[in-house]
């Protein structure tokens, strides 16, 4: 029995997680669904910026959690981090949700067909 992965990217984990169920369906091996980034961190505490500490520019801007300085100085050099950048959380093409499955062979290309038909991107 040979294995395949797949990695698709989605724009919502309610997309992602309704091909997630249709994979483990048809007996999907392993099947899971994150959200990534490219900035280091979860989460966010947000805190008023003119009496609270602020760790960047790009915490206040994108959401990031910025654990130390110079981390905060390189994404605040990000162009989204002014406010004047559209693409969202993840990035341009706003697909930020990760879908990673490990299927059998005999279903790989079946597999694919739903991730495509539910607008993944592989």
Known sequence: MSE???LAYFKSPEEAEGVA????ALRALE?????FSR???EGYDPMNPVAGKISSLSAITQDAAITNTSAGILTAADPAASGMSHGG?????GHDIL???VVDESIHHQALRIVEEAGGLT
């Open 4 to 6: 395949k992965n797949i």
């Open 89 to 93: 959380q993840g990035g341009p093409t």
């Open 39 to 41: 900035y280091a961190g």
């Open 21 to 24: 169920r249709k994979l483990n």
């Open 99 to 101: 879908l990673t499955a």
């Open 31 to 35: 099947v899971s669904v994150d959200r």
